[in-house]
């Protein structure tokens, strides 16, 4: 998420109406002077509060008060060097994402549909993607709504391997693997997790043990 969907009240302009996004900002100080709270109305019903301790950003939270974007909301929180940490975002569909950093760098989201008790939105239950620390995708990981699992491990950003585990019994397998070769895709079956080639069976742990 960058700033340039705000402006901080020094550059705020003076005698400009209407030819800034925002529509008001208001800022609270401590007893020592110190930014507590700053509250962000912009002109599309959108309201961004942010939070300090000490001066030090705590937690930023965006509302869409008038529906006017895809989500209801979302919240960032922040490391003690005041970099992002963490982002949950609420969609209006009820799915939510939540998006895990490490100094900074995105290093885990994890997506997950509306809990309504009858599938949700969409046809899988739990997504995550996990980053290295150079921010390319490593590996993604769907939880499907029948309980089947699909892996999907990446290098360099070129899909490297897809793992498909039957969890509803309907396959003669356990474990499918699929590695893409130069000379094409090499698909193997396996009966239990214990004949996987360890390259893969260590990331295959139930998917919601990636999750907070
Ligand atoms: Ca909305
Ligand atoms: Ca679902
Ligand atoms: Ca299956």
Redesign the pocket.
């Known amino acids: 998420m960058s700033q340039t969907d705000g402006y901080r009240p020094w550059e705020a302009p003076t005698g400009d109406e209407g030819a800034y996004v925002w529509d008001s900002i208001e800022t609270y100080y401590d007893a020592s002077g110190q930014v507590e709270n700053r509250e962000t109305v912009y002109d599309n019903g959108v309201v961004k509060n942010e939070y300090y301790t000490e001066g030090a950003r705590q937690e930023t939270v965006k509302q869409d008060l008038e529906d006017s974007m895809n989500w209801d909301s979302i919240v960032f929180n922040y490391d003690e060097n005041g970099n992002i940490a963490q982002a949950t975002t609420l969609y209006d569909d009820g799915s939510s994402r939540n998006a895990q950093y490490e100094d900074g760098t995105l290093s885990l989201v994890v997506r997950m ?2 809990d309504d008790g009858m ?7 739990a997504k995550m993607y996990a980053y290295a620390p150079d921010g390319t995708l490593e590996i993604s990981a769907t939880a ?2 029948n309980g089947d699992e699909i892996y999907v491990f990446f290098d360099e950003d070129e899909k490297a391997a897809r793992i498909e585990k039957d969890v509803d019994g309907s396959d003669p397998w356990q474990f499918q693997v699929t590695e893409y070769a130069e000379t094409g895709p090499v698909v193997t079956t396996y009966d239990t997790i214990d004949e996987v080639p360890d390259v893969y069976a260590d990331y295959l742990e139930p998917m919601y043990a990636y999750s907070i």
């Open positions: 549909d509306t599938g949700g939105v969409y046809d899988w239950a499907l709504d």
